[in-house]
């Protein structure tokens, strides 16, 4: 009886191997968050992510916020001035998971930005790091009201103007 002819010790194999090279892609350390390489984090489905709100608007008002996507919605939440407010979730499989909040502060107006997108957040190939910890200042600037921050210094914060539309 040669191993090759036992098709279950090939297959056994196969799935071994697959698992191993899956459970190897993990990020199991404790890396920072957010590194200016894109990694291999946005290549996983199913990756854990990690955003965090700090309200910075000018006038010094609390931040309201509403965040939701196709499969969860936080509701409304207050954030004092200068505090923050944060909510973790993991990409779907398909990896078409985004978050839309609705931002308002008193006369600050109304707004709407992706806080999180794949496309964006979650694409090694893209134009922006990946982030595991997606960090976003809202309202400190006018002219680019809201940024993600990256940790490691010497980065200059990613800046963006508001998504009004429908």
Not at 59 to 70: A, E, F, G, T, W
Request: aromatic share 16%.
């Amino acid at each position: 009886m040669a191993f090759t002819n036992k098709p279950h010790f090939i297959l056994l194999f196969m799935i071994s191997f697959i698992l191993i090279l899956f459970v190897s892609a993990l990020d199991l350390s404790n890396a920072p968050a957010e590194a200016p390489t894109s990694g291999g984090d946005g290549l996983l489905p199913l990756a854990g992510k990690h955003v965090v709100i700090y309200n910075k608007v000018k006038n010094r008002q609390i931040l309201n916020v509403h965040c939701r996507s196709s499969e969860d919605d936080f509701g409304m939440v207050h954030i004092p001035w200068n505090g923050t407010w944060d909510f973790r979730f993991h990409v779907n499989f398909s990896k078409t998971t985004k978050f839309r909040c609705h931002f308002t502060w008193y006369r600050g107006g109304s707004h709407y930005f992706y806080i999180f997108k794949v496309s964006r957040d979650d694409s090694p190939f893209g134009h922006f790091p990946v982030c595991k910890e997606c960090i976003w200042e809202v309202g400190k600037d006018d002219e680019n009201p809201i940024c993600r921050i990256v940790r490691e210094k010497g980065y200059l914060p990613w800046c963006f103007k508001w998504e009004d539309g429908p």
